[in-house]
């Protein structure tokens, strides 16, 4: 029983990681957007476009991972979705234009729509009744603090190693 209560903390704290980067991903564009416009020389239009395909698919996704996260599963959804953000950012960051630019946010978008309904089923399964409430409000801060990391520590971070 120890094992099971270490085990679900572990689950827990990991959950927060990845929604720490749901934030910093969905406002990351507003720091980038400068180096985005030189390097595909991107008016405020196509901007536009590539900082909005995360939340098209992000919404777009939302009924799918209820979906799956009831016939498959929280953890088994969560670690499929967070693969596949992490293939849009590693086709975002080597974009060679605008389009690839914005198939890698779609895909950082479809895929981070797979992390707060899976966690909060989790919640449901795992954890007393009366700990959800802390629980969600926790991954509340979380989300604040991937918000206000996306601001100056990002810019430090875009200025010192490149936006990509």
Known sequence: MK???LYRW???SII???????CLHRLSP?????????SFHADAVTLGIIA???FYLYAAMQPVVGYLSDTTGPRKVMSLMFFISAAGS????LAPNATMAILGRALIGA???GIFIPALKLFSRWYRPNQFTSLT???STVNGLGGLSAAMPLTYLVVFLGWR
């Open 3 to 5: 094992d099971f209560r």
């Open 10 to 12: 572990a689950i827990f």
């Open 16 to 22: 927060c990681i990845l929604y720490f980067f749901v």
């Open 30 to 38: 507003t720091v980038i957007a400068r180096d985005l416009a030189l």
């Open 52 to 54: 909005s395909a995360y």
């Open 90 to 93: 590693v086709i975002f960051g």
């Open 111 to 113: 895929g981070l729509a």
């Open 137 to 139: 409000g926790v991954m």
